[in-house]
Nanobody
Framework: QVQLGESGGGSVQHGDSLRLSCAASGASFSRYTMAWFRQAPGEERLFVGAIHRSGSTAYSESVEGRFTISRDNAKKTVYLQMNNLKPEDTALYYC????????????????????WGQGTQVTVSS
């Protein structure tokens, strides 16, 4: 079992940066693939990116090159650095976790992640 809590959201201008954090509680954080999803009002929840327990990462096309995911296993925290933010990045951002063995690749499907945080709002104005 793991519990997740996001922080770092806010209201920014087009082109600004934000760093989201997701702190986890519970044992074996290093064994989890950690992912970020986002959901805009009236839309489905979409994959943003993830970091495998091995350290490899994957991103959606819409954020590739602008967003970076990292993790600090000692602090049981995963980060989402968001640069050059655009109004279309406005959404509620969720952190999710999935216990993974090394040979299982990153999943981009939200149904594969059993653990979720409450979300943190990011609003980007033009």
């Amino acid at each position: 079992q793991v519990q997740l809590g996001e922080s770092g959201g806010g209201s920014v201008q087009h082109g600004d940066s934000l760093r989201l954090s997701c702190a986890a509680s519970g044992a074996s954080f290093s064994r989890y693939t950690m992912a970020w999803f986002r959901q805009a009002p009236g839309e489905e929840r979409l994959f943003v990116g993830a970091i495998h327990r091995s350290g490899s990462t994957a991103y959606s096309e819409s954020v590739e090159g602008r967003f970076t995911i990292s993790r600090d296993n000692a602090k049981k925290t995963v980060y989402l650095q968001m640069n050059n933010l655009k109004p279309e990045d406005t959404a509620l951002y969720y952190c999710a976790a999935r216990s993974t063995i090394l040979t299982v690749p990153i999943s981009r499907s939200d149904v594969e992640y059993p653990y979720w945080g409450q979300g943190t709002q990011v609003t980007v104005s033009s």
